[in-house]
C-alpha cells in the first residue's frame, strides 16, 4: 500500500544512539540524562502506586497535576488557566505536538516550521493532510527572522510552530522576539503550537520567554511542556498542554481517541512532587555548569564552539577539523572517535549541511570529561 509517509526512515535520535551502543563510544547524540532522577520522585511515584492508583484517571490528566502545572504557570508567567477547562496532560511533548496538529490542521492548511527544527512537527502535518512551510532561521545565530515568517503566511496558513529554548540551534528567544510576533499575528487567525520543552533550561541569567506571558499569543497558543526534560525522566513520556478553553476542547477530542489517557501513578508522583519548586527553579543553575564544564573542556580545540543559551545542547562548527558532510562527520567521530554526536543537517527539511553538529551536556560530569578526552585529540 502507498506510504503516508514516504519520505522518512527512522529517526536520527535512534540511528545514532545505535551506532553509539554498537562502538562503546560516549553518547552525547540522542538528548537524554545519564543520570537519575530525584529519588524523592521515584517515591511518590511508588507511593502513588502502592495506594491503588493504578487504573484509568480522568482522560485529561488527574486534577491534582493539572492544577498543580496552572499554579506553576500562574506563578512563573502570570498567566492563569483554568485547570479543569485548559490543561491536559499527555504522554510526553511528542503526543501533546502531534494531538495539537491533528486537532486543528485541515486537510490543505498550511503550518510554518522554523528550519532547523524537532523532526517530528513535518510529518505529524503531514499526516493531518496539511503542508510543511518551511522558513529558516538564520544560518550562523538561528534567530527569527520576521520577514521571512511574515513572507511565508497565506490565506491558508492555519498555525505556526515555535520552540524556544531551541533544539538543535540552543538559541533562546527575547521577550522583544516575543513582542514582534504577537504583533505579526494580530491580524491573523493563525494559531500557534510552542514547544516549550527546555523552559527549565536557560542560562547567564536570561528568562524564559513563554508564549503564555504574552495575551494576544496565549489566546491563540498550545504550549507544551515535558516533564521528561524537567526532572530528567525522559523515559516516563509525561508532558502538558496550556491553552485557552477553545482549543483545549478541540485538542482533548482527539486526545481522547488519541491515547484516551496518561498512566496513572506518574501523575500522581508529579503531582506531589511539583509542590516544591525548588528542582525546576535550580535546573538552570544545574545545566548552565555542566554546559560550561563541556564549554572550557573544548576551549583550545579544533571544534569551534557557537553561543549555548538554552537547552542541554551544545553545537559546534566542524570546519577546522574535518570537511566531510556533519552526517558523515558523526558517523566518523562515533566509529573513530568514540563520541556520538547529532548532525544539524538532520534536522533541516532540504538537509541542509553548515558543517556543525549538536552535542547533549545532559550528562555525568565524568561522561563530560571522558568525551572532552577523545574530543580534544581532533
Ligand atoms: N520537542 C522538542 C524540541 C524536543 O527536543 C523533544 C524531546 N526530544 C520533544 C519535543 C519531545 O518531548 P517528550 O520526550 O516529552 O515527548
Ligand atoms: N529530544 C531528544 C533529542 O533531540 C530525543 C528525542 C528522541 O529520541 N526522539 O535528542
Known amino acids: 500500500f502507498p506510504s503516508k509517509l514516504p519520505q522518512v526512515g527512522t529517526t536520527i535520535f535512534t540511528v545514532m544512539s545505535a551506532l553509539a551502543a554498537e562502538h562503546d563510544a560516549v ?143 540552543a538559541s533562546i528567544w527575547s521577550a522583544e522576539d516575543m513582542f514582534t510576533l504577537q504583533d505579526l499575528l494580530a491580524s491573523t487567525n493563525i494559531l500557534l503550537i510552542s514547544d516549550e520543552v527546555y523552559e527549565h533550561m536557560v542560562f547567564d541569567g536570561a528568562e524564559h520567554q513563554s508564549a503564555a506571558r504574552y495575551p494576544g499569543l496565549a489566546a491563540r497558543a498550545f504550549v507544551v511542556s515535558s516533564f521528561g526534560k524537567t526532572f530528567h525522566v525522559t523515559g516516563w513520556k509525561v508532558g502538558t498542554v496550556a491553552a485557552p478553553a477553545s482549543l483545549t476542547a478541540e485538542f482533548r477530542k482527539v486526545h481522547q481517541f488519541n491515547v484516551f489517557t496518561v498512566n496513572t501513578p506518574m501523575q500522581h508522583g508529579l503531582a506531589e512532587y511539583l509542590r516544591d519548586p525548588a528542582p525546576y527553579i535550580q535546573l538552570p543553575a544545574f545545566y548552565q555548569a555542566k554546559r560550561n564544564l563541556f564549554r572550557q573542556g573544548l576551549e583550545g580545540s579544533r571544534l569551534k564552539l557557537l553561543p549555548s543559551t538554552g537547552s542541554y545542547f551544545q553545537c559546534v562548527d566542524i570546519s577546522g577539523v574535518s570537511d566531510l558532510s556533519d552526517s558523515d562527520f558523526c558517523q566518523w567521530l562515533t566509529r573513530e572517535v568514540g563520541v556520538a554526536a547529532i548532525p544539524l543537517s538532520a534536522f533541516y527539511g532540504n538537509g541542509f549541511d553548515q558543517g556543525i553538529v549538536r552535542f547533549c551536556f545532559a550528562k555525568r560530569d565524568e561522561t563530560l570529561r571522558d568525551a572532552i578526552g577523545r574530543l580534544r585529540k581532533l
Open 27 to 169: 553518547n552525547l547524540g540522542q538528548g537524554f540524562p545519564d543520570f537519575e532522577c530525584d529519588p524523592a520522585l521515584i517515591d511518590a511515584v511508588t507511593r502513588a502506586m502502592k495506594a491503588g492508583h493504578n487504573q484509568y484517571p480522568p482522560m485529561p490528566g488527574i486534577a491534582a497535576l493539572r492544577e498543580a502545572v496552572a499554579a506553576k504557570i500562574k506563578a512563573l508567567h502570570g498567566r492563569e488557566y483554568c485547570a479543569n477547562t485548559e490543561i491536559t496532560v499527555t504522554a510526553g511533548a511528542t503526543q501533546a505536538i502531534l494531538t495539537a496538529i491533528l486537532a486543528i490542521v485541515h486537510a490543505g492548511d498550511e503550518v510554518i516550521v522554523l528550519d532547523p527544527c524537532y523532526d517530528s512537527y513535518a510529518p505529524n502535518i503531514q499526516l493531518a493532510g496539511g503542508t510543511v512551510v518551511r522558513v529558516a532561521l538564520t544560518p550562523g545565530t538561528f534567530r527569527p527572522d520576521f520577514g521571512l515568517i511574515a513572507a511565508a503566511i497565506t490565506p491558508r496558513t492555519r498555525a505556526l510552530i515555535i520552540n524556544s529554548p531551541h533544539n538543535p540551534s
